[in-house]
């Protein structure tokens, strides 16, 4: 069986068809990284006019890859939230419309769920199926939430940030320092480059969920570390650089990166990486859990899972490809298949819901 | 203008909560460094109006718009937007005039869009890490 399946819930315009849940016969991200680089962020208005112009040129592409046309297609998914309503609208609209002329299934797909899909799909492929009922942390710039994943794919919430989320503090600090967007991955290509142990970061103890993150207080901790040092020629030369050289090397940031510099973001990195992993094997322990996922575009990041390996779990950690971390369709349309064999289907009258929770 | 201090973060919710009746509907903007507090308060003050738990309240940074208690409160945060054309297609006017209460952060970088009458909390972090909290109302 064939899903069409549609994400545009926040930057990328994407579409995948998808057959049985597993096998990815074609994955198409319309990467907007170039648009909104400039601006530090995904900037709505032009999300939405960027989706629009995608929408048309990322399906028909999607479908000529996988050799499948409208007429084979058993169900067609697409994001119907969380995420920004104009942007969710692009993509919904769009498989609506595709639905409805095709006489066709629509099934509506929560972006989370979508992200601990990709992983589901990805093991089960591998013949190394996640095992259930399993711990998921689903950690990006919107979203760092842990659920149990049940054996019929229920969800139940056990923990999620208080403030920012993971992927935000690395956004934010890698502004801060004067690094480019997004913070990620040039943050996780440096770590390695300093001492993890150089700067402590404390965690207040939290009142009420202990599975609960918080990383406001990091993020206001590197701020106080960048304001007592003059550090404004090192920032200035790194914005230079990001603007002259939106691609620029390892060795070029190195280049203008001093070692102190490079010990705040090892520490950082650290910091974060183990308050991820603590909390998720936290929650792994309580829930009796087979396996973990780690999915969101936070687990692209080597750092976290090398300290994933290197924790020796007694259950299995699965990551998603780098090319299912980050918001993807594949995902959607491996998300929709087990509700397409429960005959889960979305009426047309669904609406985009920029704060749908899963659980 | 009144002004307060609050010395932890459970004083700055709790002041929100205290502010939350006070504030007029409208457009609130936060106004304050990063990590001055600013989704704190916002915590406190949601929580204050009925509208969330301070533990549900999370920073609006990447996702813009936070809605809590079936629209009574708003939580906005412009940090990533560099043009007024920008903000203006979120469609915050439709918010504002739905008689909501709109906590705004970053959007003293857009006053134009932001016209008194509005209320304007002003966040600081002092050395010691007390917040000095102070509102104004303009117009």
């Given at each position: 069986m064939y899903i069409l399946g549609i994400e545009s819930s926040c930057d990328e315009t994407a579409a995948a068809v998808v057959e049985n849940?597993?096998?990815?016969?074609s994955s198409v991200v319309a990467s907007q990284m170039d648009t909104h680089g400039k601006y530090g962020g995904v900037v709505p208005e032009l999300a939405s006019r960027e989706h629009l112009r995608a929408i048309v040129p990322v399906v028909r592409e999607a479908l000529e890859r996988a050799a499948v046309s409208l007429s084979g297609l058993d169900a067609i998914a697409a994001t119907s939230g969380p995420g920004l309503v104009g942007s969710l609208l692009v993509g919904l609209t769009y498989a609506k419309s595709l639905a409805f002329a095709r006489g066709l299934p629509l099934i509506a797909v929560n972006h989370i769920e979508g992200h601990i899909h990709a992983v589901i799909l990805e093991s089960r492929r591998a013949g190394t199926p996640v095992e259930l009922p399993a711990l998921a942390l689903v950690a990006s710039g919107g979203h760092t939430h842990l659920f149990r994943v049940d054996e019929n794919f229920g969800y139940a919430l056990l923990g999620k940030t208080r403030d920012d989320a993971a992927g935000e503090a690395y956004d934010k600090v890698a502004k801060l320092l004067g690094f480019p967007y997004p913070g990620g991955p040039i943050i996780d290509c440096l770590a390695p480059h300093g001492n993890p142990l150089a700067v402590r970061f404390t965690f207040a103890k939290m009142k009420g969920n202990a599975l609960d993150f918080s990383f406001s207080g990091l993020k206001t901790a590197v701020l106080r570390w960048v304001e007592a040092r003059d550090l404004a020629a090192a920032i200035a030369a790194r914005r230079a650089l990001a603007r002259a050289e939106p691609h620029a090397s390892l060795e070029q940031w190195l280049a203008v990166t001093q070692p102190e510099t490079l010990d705040l973001l090892a520490s950082f990195q650290h910091a974060v990486i183990n308050e991820l992993l603590t909390r998720a094997a936290a929650s792994a322990a309580q829930i009796h859990a087979r396996a973990m996922i780690v999915s969101g575009g936070v687990s692209a990041n080597a750092g976290l899972r090398a300290a994933a390996r290197a924790a020796h779990l007694p259950y299995p950690v699965h990551f998603p490809s780098p090319g299912l971390a980050t918001d993807n369709a594949a995902m959607i349309a491996a998300a929709a298949f087990p509700k397409l064999l429960r005959r889960e289907f979305a009426g047309f009258d669904t609406a985009a819901d920029a704060s749908l929770k899963l659980a | 203008m009144p002004l307060f201090r609050a010395s932890t973060e459970a004083e700055t919710i709790a002041l929100g909560e205290r502010l939350a009746a006070k504030l007029p509907r409208g457009v609130v903007l936060l106004i304050g460094n990063l990590g001055a507090g600013k989704t704190t308060l916002a915590k406190g003050i949601a929580y204050g109006l009925g509208a969330a738990l301070p533990d549900d309240v999370s920073s609006p940074t990447f996702t813009l718009i936070h809605e809590y208690g079936h629209g009574l409160v708003y939580h906005v945060d412009l940090y990533r937007l560099e043009e007024s054309r920008e903000v203006e297609g979120l469609g915050l006017d439709d918010i504002i005039d739905s008689g909501a209460l709109v906590l705004i952060e970053w959007g003293e970088r857009f006053p134009e869009l932001f016209p008194p009458p509005r209320t304007e909390i002003h966040l600081r972090a002092l050395p010691d890490d007390t917040r000095e909290i102070e509102l104004r109302r303009l117009g």
């Open positions: 849940g597993e096998t990815v016969l | -």
